[in-house]
């Protein structure tokens, strides 16, 4: 029984091309989040999702756009990618979205841009 | 600027040692503080949390003591095993409301 999955495990492209990551969670969790953990290791906030709507945004470039469906499902959409975008990208889940919640991540993806 | 600092990029111990993590952090008045474990190719996983009025937790062999005066939170390992070794972060809010935000971690080894 997973509980936040994430496809796919591992991406591969070129520089200028534009990918998807799905991420969905069945715990019924009302919000979901987007890290980055870059090759030094830092999971920095990228975006969180509360019901569907964007609650957090944390200076992102455009390029990334996140879609929501429905509360269970939370899409990172990447547009002209480029090398410095290469990191390993969790989705997580929490019960609320306060930092009460105990947060429940994905296995990661890891996105590498030649 | 606000800065989380987990004291050492690497931790190695011996077996059935006590493994002690540091957490300090700079220009936060945090309400909470997280502790995370993360295995190579995994996402973190939660083991504990602290709130500012709370000095002490504890789960199974873990201990985590929280001071704001001291700005700094430390993660005690007990009885360490080799299991145990990982890369444990820790992670902050200023209030209910506010996004976590991560230290860098600290790579614990425990060797047989």
């Known amino acids: 029984d997973t509980a936040v999955s994430q496809t796919p495990k591992y991406l591969v492209t070129q520089m200028g091309n534009d990918k998807s990551i799905k991420c969905e969670q069945n715990?019924?969790?009302?919000?979901m989040y987007w890290y980055k953990q870059d090759s030094k290791k830092f999971l920095k906030i990228m975006f969180s999702?509360?019901?569907?709507?964007?609650?957090i945004n944390e200076t992102v470039p455009n390029r990334f756009s996140p879609k929501s469906p429905d509360k269970a499902h939370l899409n990172l959409h990447i547009n002209s990618l480029e090398l410095g975008d290469s990191a390993v990208y969790f989705c997580?889940?929490?019960?609320?979205?306060?930092?009460?919640?105990?947060?429940?991540f994905g296995p990661g993806t890891r996105l590498t841009v030649l | 600027s606000q800065k989380i600092e987990q004291n050492s990029e690497a931790l190695n111990i011996q077996e059935g040692k006590t493994a002690t993590l540091t957490c300090n952090y700079t220009?936060?008045?945090?309400?909470?503080l997280q502790w995370y474990r993360q295995d190579p190719g995994r996402g973190p996983v939660f083991l504990l949390l602290?709130?500012?009025?709370?000095k002490e937790k504890r789960k199974e062999r873990l201990k985590v003591t929280f001071d704001t005066t001291l700005k700094q939170s430390l993660f005690h390992v007990t009885a360490s095993q080799p299991a145990d070794s990982a890369t444990y972060l820790c992670a902050l809010a200023n209030s209910g409301n506010t996004p976590l935000v991560f230290g860098k971690g600290t790579r614990l080894s425990v060797i047989a």
């Open positions: 999702y509360n019901n569907k709507e964007l609650i």
């Open positions: 220009n936060y008045s945090p309400a909470y």
């Open positions: 997580a889940s929490s019960p609320g979205g306060g930092a009460l919640d105990t947060q429940y």
């Open positions: 715990l019924g969790h009302d919000t």
């Open positions: 602290i709130r500012e009025n709370e």
